[in-house]
């Protein structure tokens, strides 16, 4: 079963879009992981566009973890989107366009106040213009969670996973005060509440146009 509005006559092709990697697995890793246990042979095209050296490997094996078909890492400044790479991110996502076709994209939500998070949801609706576009949530400082309209709830197994998976793949981001398994899981379980998952976790996305 799918929770995808979509008739396929195939597995489906998922484009996962990340400013910087943890924000893929900490947006959507649990309906990644529900998709692909839900469509054997489904395609996960995974893209981080800001990383270092290190956090590559991090999210390289992140993204193994949660079943990647595709891994694309780039190396953009952290933070610098907006000012010192405009163009150049606007023409990588233009070049990952017409490099695939995705039947659903997961990408960051638009009135996100990080810089670097509102910049790639902007680019994604420039590029992906026919397609069914999920813009997920991230916690952080600036405190601008808002109000989705697509909830998903998850088994307990698939979200104990998701934050696993995070908790174990991205060690350089343990120093910061929020970056704790309780703050993952408390996200999930209020958005559980808010659509009334019978599991008690839920994954919430904001889905600013949807063709049924």
């Given at each position: 079963m799918t929770?995808?509005?979509?008739?396929?006559?195939?597995?489906?092709?998922?484009?996962?879009?990340?400013?910087?990697?943890?924000?893929?697995?900490?947006?959507?890793?649990?309906?990644?992981?529900?998709?692909?246990?839900?469509?054997?042979?489904?395609?996960?095209?995974?893209?981080?566009?800001a990383?270092?050296?290190?956090?590559e490997?991090?999210?390289?094996g992140?993204?193994?973890?949660?079943?990647?078909?595709?891994?694309?890492?780039?190396?953009?400044r952290?933070?610098?989107?907006?000012?010192?790479?405009?163009v150049?991110?606007?023409?990588?996502?233009?070049?990952?366009?017409?490099d695939?076709d995705?039947?659903v994209v997961f990408?960051?939500?638009?009135?996100?106040?990080?810089?670097?998070?509102?910049?790639?949801a902007?680019?994604?609706w420039?590029s992906?213009?026919?397609?069914?576009?999920?813009?997920?949530e991230?916690?952080k400082?600036?405190?601008?969670?808002?109000?989705p309209?697509?909830?998903?709830?998850?088994?307990e197994?698939?979200?104990?996973?998701?934050?696993?998976?995070?908790?174990?793949?991205?060690?350089?981001?343990?120093?910061?005060?929020?970056?704790?398994?309780?703050?993952?899981?408390?996200?999930m379980?209020?958005?559980?509440i808010?659509?009334?998952?019978?599991?008690?976790?839920a994954?919430?996305?904001?889905?600013?146009?949807?063709?049924l």
């Amino acid at each position: 079963m799918t929770f995808l509005p979509l008739a396929l006559s195939r597995p489906p092709r998922i484009l996962a879009i990340g400013a910087h990697a943890d924000d893929i697995e900490i947006g959507c890793g649990g309906a990644l992981l529900r998709l692909l246990a839900d469509h054997p042979g489904a395609e996960l095209r995974y893209v981080v566009f800001a990383s270092t050296p290190e956090r590559e490997v991090e999210a390289r094996g992140a993204a193994a973890a949660l079943g990647a078909t595709g891994v694309t890492i780039h190396r953009f400044r952290d933070s610098y989107f907006p000012w010192a790479e405009p163009v150049r991110v606007k023409e990588t996502m233009a070049d990952l366009r017409r490099d695939c076709d995705p039947d659903v994209v997961f990408t960051h939500h638009r009135d996100d106040q990080h810089q670097d998070h509102a910049l790639i949801a902007q680019l994604t609706w420039n590029s992906f213009r026919d397609h069914l576009v999920l813009e997920y949530e991230i916690p952080k400082y600036e405190g601008d969670l808002g109000h989705p309209n697509v909830y998903l709830p998850l088994a307990e197994t698939v979200a104990k996973r998701k934050v696993e998976i995070i908790m174990r793949h991205y060690a350089t981001q343990a120093t910061k005060s929020w970056f704790r398994a309780e703050t993952f899981e408390a996200a999930m379980r209020l958005r559980a509440i808010e659509c009334n998952s019978p599991t008690g976790w839920a994954e919430a996305f904001h889905g600013r146009k949807i063709v049924l």
